[in-house]
């Protein structure tokens, strides 16, 4: 399994604010925090730090347009369902069938219904 070289909230970063939401590690982890303010400081001086957030950002984007692109085509739960077992094929069924229906914003007796018409689809 790859590792996941960030994770955060763009947007809390950008505007300085607190998080909209919460992350649960599903698997073991290891986290860092990097107070902004020094990090900030920091950077001004030390062009590899620099780098490292322009690749931060370079990558979100990248991925935020992935998923407009994505959801502007389709936006039915079984596609994004499908898409969300392509992105993370990793991870995806370590994380708990409740969680998964909340992010797709059905309850878990629609995403069960769901996985196992999709599984008798496949054969």
């Given at each position: ?27 073991d ?61 990793d ?33």
């Amino acid at each position: 399994m790859g590792e996941l070289t960030h994770l955060d909230s763009l947007d809390c970063l950008i505007n300085n604010k607190v998080s909209t939401y919460s992350i649960e590690s599903v698997t073991d982890s290891k986290i860092y925090f990097i107070d902004y303010i020094e990090f900030s400081k920091k950077k001004k001086t030390n062009t590899n730090l620099l780098n490292f957030e322009l690749e931060i950002y370079k990558n979100e984007l990248y991925k935020k347009m992935q998923r407009t692109i994505f959801n502007s085509k389709s936006n039915s739960i079984e596609d994004l369902y499908i898409n969300l077992t392509n992105e993370y094929k990793d991870l995806y069924h370590l994380i708990p069938s409740k969680q998964l229906a909340s992010y797709l914003g059905i309850t878990e007796v629609s995403f069960c219904r769901l996985k196992k018409r999709l599984l008798k689809t496949k054969v």
